[in-house]
Every structure is written in C-alpha cells, then in structure tokens.
C-alpha cells in the first residue's frame, strides 16, 4: 500500500519552503509599496498553516518510502504547488480566473514559460518575482530539493525520488551519498545563477531585471519581466551573454561539476550527449543564418545572433526571444520544431526527448544495418564505452512511442476544439517539452496563450506536468498494476 502518512509529512515539509519564499516575496512587495503585499501574506499563511496540518498527519510516519510512493509523491508535489502557488495571482486579482492562474504556475513550476498573460509589465515586482522564482524552483525539481536538504525525511527512499524526477534515461552517480551528490549539482545551479546575475548587471540590466532573467535562465524556463523578452533591452551584449547562459544550462550538471570543480573538461569533450548536442546547435544556426541571410535579407553578425539565440532558446527549452521566429521562412519553423522535441543533455534543467536519447537511437540504427548484413554479429549498444542494458532500449523505444502518441493524441484534441492544425501540434509539442513558444500565425513566439479555450488550458497544465516528469512518472499512476496492494 501506498504510505500516505510519509507523503503528507515530506508535503508538509516542502508547503514551509513554499510558503516561506512567499513570505519573501511580500516582503518585496512591502519595500515596493505595492498592492500585492497582502495578496502574498495571506497565501503564505495558508501555505504555512497547510503545511502544519500535513506535518502533523505525518507525524507518525517511518521514512522507508517506496518506489510507488515515489512517484506519488513527485507528482503530487508538483500538482499541490501549483494549487498553493496560484493562491497570490487570484487573491490579488491580477489573474481572477482558476483556469489561468493554474496554467500560469503549472508552466513557471515546470519551466515552460507559456503564459496567459499578455500584458507583464504592469504587475507588481513581487509578483513578477514571484513567476520568475517558480521556474527556478522547479529547475531542478521541488522534491530534488527535498533530498539535498532533507535527507532524513526520505531516508533511504531519496534514490527513488531521485529516479522518479531526474531527467534522462541513464542515473549516472558521482558520490555514494546521494544526498551530497544533489547538494553538488544544486550548487552548480546556484553558482550559474549569480554568475549570470552579475554578468546581466555588469551588461547594462538593472538589479531587479538581472536577479529575474538570470534565474529565468538558469532554470530554461523563459518567463521575463517584459513584454518582448530579451529584445526589450537592444542590446547584443546581453544577447550573448543570454545564450552562453542557456547553452551552460543545456548541459548535463553532473557533467558540469566534473569539468569545473574537478577540473576535468576532457570528460565533457569526450561526451557523446555532449558532442551531439554542440553538432545539432552548430548545423541549426549555420542552416537558419543562411535562410535569414538570402531570404530576410539579415546582416550577418545579425543573422548569426537571432539564429543562435533561437536555436540555443528552442533546444533548451527555455523560450527567451530577441526577435519573432514567426516572421521568418517557414522552413525554419521545421528545424526550431524538430529542436524542441530533441531537447538538450540529461540531467540539465531542459525538457524535451533529451540528446542522450537521440545518441542512442542513431546506435540502435547503426547496429540494426549491420544486423542486416551480419545477423549472427553480437552488437551491443555502448554510450562512452559503457554498454546500454536492453531493459533501458526497451524503455528507449516505450518513451518515444509514448511522446509521440500523446503529441498526436493532445494535437487532435485541441483541432477538434478549433485549433489550427501548426498551432495545435506545436503547442502539444511546445508543452510536453517545456518548451514556452510556438510556431505559428494564432499563438507565436511572442504572443500569449490567453486565447485558448479553457479545456485546452487544462490540457496544456497536464502535458507540462507530464513533460516535466518525463512521462513515465505519471502515467504509471493510471494503470491498475500501481494501486494494487501486491
């Protein structure tokens, strides 16, 4: 049986952290003198007072948490955050629908920066910090969090937690104590972050603008404090400095630890994720300069930085513009499409297929030829030399056919409602990959999503939630098999 009181203890936990950085945010809201203040008060409070309630019905509870309760657990969280985390847009009015204000949280908890808002720059600082900080939580992962801070609450259980809710199909461990492992990787992450906090300043951001973007950044997640993102500033400085920031994300944090802290880059260069992910960005930007080159008629250094700064923004899923990808030759739309469901490296904060996958596929295919020619040759498939184990080419094969049927599946659905078929793919392929942007002429890359229908949101909310647990942890919960008592 599933141990609910375990849950309810690690929720209540993890409601204090919530509801202590919303208590943060009405502090900004204070020092602004701004209407929110109350709005975020209250909801921290509740936050708080739920959190209580849920610690004290845990309080008998052992700390040996099991696989099912595992995934229960991650998708739970996620779901009971974004309830708590609307609370400040419908308590202060500036979001007054259920529908949107969950679709706003669902997308900034997730990192896939969609938003029903289409005006920003008239909220509050809190409240803009408010949307930027839940990207930055759900970077890593709320309950990841749990297992480098919180390591006796889940006791032994913080594997499972860690392979219900990390990304990429290969756990690669870099220390036995798992929980030391996650406080290694959160503080790449964190270090990343003020990095690009200071390297925003310096460029010309103010404090506010450069606090946000940055974790914007680091987190892949694209919600901005101004209308046109990233463009509203006209400055290549910062546009430079956003895809080097975008591209450090996209990389595998394990990987980054190893190259940085322990000083040695060579494992990084020797990476096939690695290596694939440089050769997908270098032949996307090379192929979309030419098009903007000879048929918008860019500059050159232009040209180089709005494709760089797309590609870079779509494979990692982030969804940070400095120009209008909609405005551009229609082919194009096909390679930032195919970027989005590639997605970057594993164990990044980025969504999508993810690189390692792609590597994998492409040895699987170039096995299968020489089993055409050679069919009794024993063929292993070996990613840097480690052989893959077959149970992992099955889940290979499950996740693909998975992602694909429910971007088809979700795609249909939302054109029977009235969609446009390039709207309706794009937006289930933008969602499920955490993506942000479409490509389109109804909801673009600079556009809102406010215009969908209300069961297309909720839809939407599902698939960045699916997306964001890399399928599997989800939908594990609607078959018969995880409530059985066996």
Request: net charge neutral; proline share 3%.
């Amino acid at each position: 049986m599933v141990n609910f009181q375990l849950i309810y203890k690690v929720l209540g936990a993890l409601l204090f952290m919530l509801g202590s950085l919303l208590l943060f945010c009405a502090t900004i809201a204070f020092c602004y003198q701004e209407d929110d203040f109350v709005a975020f008060l209250i909801s921290a409070l509740l936050t708080l007072c739920s959190g209580f309630v849920l610690r004290y019905l845990g309080r008998n509870a052992d700390n040996n948490l099991s696989r099912r309760d595992a995934y229960l657990l991650v998708t739970v969280t996620w779901i009971v955050f974004s309830l708590f985390g609307m609370l400040p847009f419908l308590i202060s009015g500036y979001i007054g629908h259920v529908t949107d204000a969950f679709f706003e949280t669902m997308s900034g908890f997730s990192t896939t920066g969609a938003s029903i808002l289409d005006d920003v720059e008239w909220l509050p600082h809190a409240t803009l910090y408010w949307r930027t900080q839940t990207q930055w939580i759900g970077g890593l992962g709320i309950v990841f969090f749990t297992i480098a801070i919180l390591p006796s609450m889940v006791g032994s259980g913080s594997v499972k937690v860690f392979a219900a809710e990390a990304t990429g199909p290969l756990r690669t461990k870099m220390h036995p104590r798992l929980s030391t492992m996650a406080k290694w990787i959160w503080s790449i992450y964190l270090a990343l972050t003020i990095a690009c906090i200071l390297s925003y300043y310096a460029a010309g951001m103010d404090l506010f603008d450069s606090i946000n973007y940055a974790m914007t950044t680091t987190a892949t997640g694209g919600f901005a404090t101004h209308n046109d993102s990233t463009e509203f500033f006209r400055s290549p400085t910062i546009e430079y400095l956003a895809i080097l920031f975008q591209f450090l994300a996209g990389i595998n944090f394990m990987m980054l630890y190893a190259s940085i802290f322990k000083l040695r880059p060579g494992a990084l260069l020797k990476s096939s994720e690695f290596k694939m992910y440089i050769s997908i960005i270098f032949v996307s930007t090379v192929w979309i300069m030419y098009l903007l080159i000879t048929r918008n008629g860019y500059g050159l250094e232009h040209a180089l930085r709005s494709a760089l700064f797309q590609v870079v923004s779509f494979i990692t899923t982030t969804g940070l513009f400095n120009d209008d990808a909609a405005m551009w030759p229609h082919i194009t739309w096909v390679i930032l499409a195919c970027l989005m469901f590639i997605g970057a490296c594993s164990g990044s904060t980025t969504g999508g297929f993810k690189c390692i996958r792609c590597v994998m596929v492409f040895k699987v295919l170039r096995n299968e030829f020489h089993r055409l020619l050679h069919p009794n040759a024993v063929l292993p498939v070996k990613i840097d030399g480690v052989p893959v184990p077959r149970s992992q080419l099955s889940t290979l094969l499950a996740f693909f056919a998975i992602f694909t049927i429910m971007v088809l599946l979700t795609a249909t659905l939302m054109i029977a409602s009235g969609i446009d078929n390039t709207n309706a793919i794009t937006i289930a392929l933008s969602c499920i990959s955490n993506v942000g942007p479409t490509l389109g002429t109804q909801i673009g890359p600079v556009m809102s999503w406010s215009e969908l229908p209300d069961t297309v949101k909720w839809l939407c909310s599902f698939l960045m939630l699916v997306g964001r647990l890399e399928i599997m942890s989800v939908l594990v919960l609607f078959t018969r098999a995880f409530w059985k008592d066996s």
